[in-house]
């Protein structure tokens, strides 16, 4: 059922004092109650946010309505619950909170629904404006809960706010129900201050409408406040007054109870232990906001971490005050909030820890990145510096440069590893200046004392090795302290470890071969991550790659450098050079190319059976002079005996009187004789490699490589030296053929000339002498007659003469350049005409003569023509002109014969090709002209300015 309540309010209150009420036993102001629950509302609204704020000041709803109820007295039925729950009611609407009416009640308790009009925060709301998606009257729902659970004597009952008047409702409507039919309604613990809620008569009456006037501008209502201050959890209320006289110039005169929980301050009305616990970090700061707001009344708001010793741990806490002025306008006290932000500290520390811990990772990412592109630029880089073709020491200089650079170390060093002879050889360094000695050697031997015994062993296992030393001073005098280490390891291990403080080292082997090992030096220690190791065995693979390249294109070089070496030994042994000098430059060839200190073509006298220097080059004069090596002794004397190569590795014993073997260990035969010769020599050689020559099909000698030092002479160094040995005995064998060609050639050529003599010569002097005998009788009796022959005669006589000037030409060269052409072409002519009995007209322009070399072209293009006509062109009638001024010269043969097509004849078979051939070598321009019945003309033109024209054959029209 339902029912209005229309209390008298005077019935409740009662004036105290001007400005004061009394409700109960509870003191109120006169102040505007509207904005002041207003204002305090939206503070703790916007320090804790809604949801926080409902439940405080429902949780003060509670205790208040609570408080009154407990202050009634109590009802056993369910009838005296009802009507003291009514009671409890009207008192609430006599207050001034709002209209209200029981619509619906089942005692004992099931269900009561109460409807409001004007509920106090939803008049206040609406006051303001304001509009709402949720209903809002958390306070009025407190006190409703209050109510009646002290009345059913109950605790769980909720307050359901079903409808709303700021969400749009016309009435505000609460169902009081048990949480069990609530659903996941939250149960509000109270307690009940019988004090709070004691009513005491009015002493006088009031005027009522006067009363409920001043209820609207209530404006604060302590038992409220009260409920507000002690029940905070997350936040604090206080009020400082300011008290110069204490530590921090104020005192504390209303405080939460809360800031025990969230300060850990247990006297929190002492305001200075408020400043005990501050964070050092903080402290200054917030004593200084505190100083600036009591002396110039500045709003206060300062973050800082408190310890709480309650709790063992750092919170976080924001204090924000505001000051308050007396009547007068002097400042007296401030009032404030301290709100707990451990919470959103701690979320926002996580969070910057999740950022940072991401940042972190992309930096770390960043960093993984730029290395990694750091490492593929080093790696481009050395790939680029092995296509360059660097010399090798350059590159191995360059790239331990930078590996050194992207592994972040102080230092690098490149081995190399001579695993037959035992010894390890710095090939490369950077960084170790005044430590090692550069590209020094020692042998495995010495890596014990050197501190070097693990990173061999490391090598030969293909595992990479690192580590760090102990600190400064102990890895010094650990070695210095050490006898075993000879003084001089000790000063470079002593100088390596001053300088760095941890190593890493990875093997180098190439298609398989360990070659030997990088090693990186660091002044720091290292952790050694992964990463970096890899890195280091990546520089350590393209380093080989270099090596291999390297080693390929030495091949290379080196086969290229023999192919030229014996090509132009070749070309030598084409020409007609002495045999000495051809000897001389194979020698200087072969120890160019073998590297040898000395190279020696040895000569075998087989009657006497003994091996001299024939041609050397790095010997001394006094061991190339007195030298003597018999058959069988030595190198040479056993290569010649056994007709194979002989390599003996270390020769050095034989200067100490010892044996010496041969590199498949045979011993090597030395008289005491030849021993003691050999040691008066200056000559000293630590290797010898002998090949024996044989020069058409008999044993002719050797070549004979001398080495400074002891070698392993390689297979490939043997068979080089063989080709040289072959090419010197094909020199010597040339020189001997070439020797027999001239004497044949001597003899062929006597017998050409006899022939020519004979062809010639003699010819027209036997016709000469036939006229000359007949001519005197012919005179006496036909002297017409007898003066035709003598002219015949004489043109005889004159043909004999120039043929056998032109002999003499034939026999001196140096004569073409010394006559004028001219006088040659006379001769020519004069020979031709007294062999053919062919009249020729010579026609001669000029008298500029050409150069030498174009000068004898002419004239044996002209001998070549004429002697045609002699043999093939069957002519009556030839002429020859030459026209010459100082740029070009100009020659023409002609005749009436039988002439012949060009494109029938071979050209060798008129000797064209040799004319063309002849004309080519001074650039000058044949032409050459004939058909069948018409005759033949040749032309040969040299023009100074074209130097090099292409002659052409072509048939005249």
């Known amino acids: 059922m339902g029912f209005m309540v229309t209390p008298s309010i005077s019935d409740y209150l009662a004036q105290s004092a001007p400005g004061m009420l009394t409700l109960g036993g509870a003191r109120m102001a006169f102040l505007d109650i509207e904005s002041g629950f207003w204002s305090l509302r939206r503070q703790v609204e916007a320090a804790l946010g809604a949801k926080a704020a409902s439940e405080i000041f429902q949780q003060a709803g509670a205790n208040g309505g609570a408080s009154y109820a407990a202050a009634q007295g109590r009802a056993d039925d369910p009838q005296a619950q009802g009507m003291l729950f009514a009671q409890c009611l009207r008192a609430y609407q006599a207050a001034g909170f709002g209209q209200f009416d029981i619509v619906q009640a089942s005692w004992p308790l ?81 307690t009940p201050d019988p004090v709070l809620g004691t009513l005491s008569p009015l002493p006088g009456a009031l005027d009522e409408l006067q009363l409920r006037e001043t209820l609207n501008r209530l404006a604060e ?24 006289s204490s530590p921090h110039g104020a005192r504390v005169t209303l405080a939460s109870p809360s800031i025990r929980e969230l300060t850990g301050v247990e006297d929190y009305y002492n305001f200075a232990n408020w400043f005990k616990n501050l964070h050092p970090e903080d402290a200054p700061r917030v004593q200084e906001a505190n100083r600036r707001a009591l002396e110039k009344g500045e709003p206060y708001n300062q973050v800082t971490r408190v310890y709480n010793p309650r709790q063992g741990r750092w919170r976080w806490v924001q204090t924000i005050s505001n000051p308050g002025y007396d009547s007068a306008g002097r400042l007296t006290h401030f009032d404030g909030m301290v709100i707990d932000l451990t919470e959103q500290k701690e979320a926002e520390l996580a969070l910057q820890q999740v950022n940072a811990s991401l940042e972190e990772r992309v930096r770390a990412r960043t960093e993984e990145i730029e290395r990694r592109r750091a490492t593929a630029e080093s790696l481009r880089d050395i790939i680029r510096m092995i296509n360059s073709n660097l010399p090798l020491d350059e590159f191995l200089q360059r790239a331990v440069e930078l590996a050194a650079q992207q592994l972040g170390a102080g230092a690098c060093v490149l081995h190399h590893l001579d695993t037959e002879k035992e010894v390890i050889t710095q090939a490369a360094s950077y960084g170790l200046e005044g430590i090692f000695e550069k590209r020094g050697s020692r042998p495995f031997s010495a890596l014990k004392p050197s501190g070097g015994e693990g990173y061999l062993n490391a090598l030969l296992n293909r595992q990479p090795i690192y ?21 001089p390891i000790k000063r470079e291990r002593i100088a390596l470890r001053e300088r760095y403080a941890g190593s890493f080292a990875v093997p180098l082997y190439i ?10 030096y660091y002044t720091e220690p290292q952790d050694f991550y992964e990463e970096q190791i890899q890195l280091g065995l990546a520089f350590a693979e393209q380093v080989a790659v270099a090596l291999e390249n390297a080693r390929l294109l030495q091949e290379a070089e080196q086969r290229r450098s023999v192919a030229e070496s014996l090509r132009e030994t070749l070309s030598i042994l084409n020409t007609a050079r002495p045999l000495d000098e051809i000897l001389r430059h194979i020698v200087e060839q072969a120890r160019q190319l073998l590297h040898a200190q000395a190279v020696a073509v040895h000569k075998l006298d087989p009657a006497a059976g003994m091996l001299t220097p024939q041609a050397s080059v790095g010997l001394s004069a006094q061991y190339a002079a007195q030298i003597r090596l ?40 030395l008289d005491p004789s030849l021993t003691d010769r050999l040691q008066r020599f200056p ?24 080495y400074p030092t002891p070698r392993n002479i390689q297979p490939e160094e043997i068979a080089l030296a063989s080709t040289f040995a072959n090419q010197a005995s094909l020199a010597i064998e040339n020189a001997l053929l070439r020797a027999q060609a001239a004497e044949g050639a001597a003899l062929a050529e006597r017998g050409r000339l006899a022939r020519d003599l004979h062809d010639a010569v003699s010819q027209t002097l036997f016709s000469a002498s036939l006229i000359a005998e007949v001519l005197p009788k012919l005179w006496e009796r036909n002297p017409e007659t007898a003066a035709q022959k003598l002219e015949e005669l004489r043109q005889l006589t004159r043909g004999a003469l120039s043929e056998m000037r032109t002999l003499l030409l034939e026999l001196r060269p140096a004569a073409l350049v010394e006559m004028d052409l001219a006088d040659l072409l006379r001769h020519l002519v004069n020979a031709f005409s007294a062999r053919a009995r062919l009249p020729v007209d010579l026609a001669i322009e000029g008298q500029a003569d050409p150069p030498a070399e174009v000068k004898a072209i002419f004239y044996r293009v002209a001998q070549e023509a004429l002697n045609n006509i002699a043999k093939h062109a069957a002519a009556s009638q030839v002429s020859v002109t030459l026209q010459r001024d100082e740029k070009s010269t ?49 032309t040969l033109e040299w023009n100074s300015s074209t130097p090099h024209p292409s002659s052409r054959e072509r048939g005249g029209s």
């Open 467 to 487: 580590g760090n030393y102990p600190p400064l001073p102990e890895r010094v005098e650990e070695i210095r302290r050490d006898p075993t280490i000879p003084d």
């Open 890 to 938: 100009l020659l023409q043969v002609r005749d009436d014969g039988r002439g012949f097509d060009l494109r029938q004849v071979p050209p060798v078979s008129l000797g064209l090709g040799i004319m063309r051939e002849r004309a080519e070598s001074i650039g000058a321009h044949l032409e050459i002209k004939s058909r069948p019945g018409e005759g033949t003309r040749v």
């Open 110 to 190: 099931g269900r009561v629904t109460v409807r409001a009009w004007g509920a106090f925060e939803a008049w206040m709301m609406s006051r303001h404006g304001q509009r709402s998606q949720s209903p809002v009257c958390a306070y009025t729902a407190g006190v409703l809960v209050g109510f009646i659970n002290v009345v059913a004597r109950r605790r769980d009952v909720v307050c359901v706010e079903r409808r709303c008047q700021v969400c749009g409702d016309d009435a505000c409507e609460f169902d009081l129900i048990p949480a069990s039919q609530a659903g996941r309604k939250a149960v509000i613990s109270f």
């Open 630 to 669: 018999p058959v069988g002794q030595g190198a040479l004397g056993q290569a010649v005996l056994t007709h194979q190569p002989v390599a003996v590795n270390d020769t050095t014993q034989v200067f100490h009187g010892q044996a010496v073997y041969t590199a498949e260990g045979e011993p090597v035969s």
């Open 683 to 706: 000559d000293r050689y630590g290797a010898v490699l002998a090949v024996p020559m044989s020069v058409q099909g008999e044993m002719y000698g050797g070549l004979v490589m001398y």
């Open 511 to 520: 298609q398989d071969k360990l070659y030997g090992g990088m090693v990186f």
């Open 221 to 244: 209502n302590e038992s409220l406040l009260r409920s507000i201050v002690e029940n905070a959890h997350h936040f604090a209320i206080y009020r400082v007054v300011l008290d110069p």
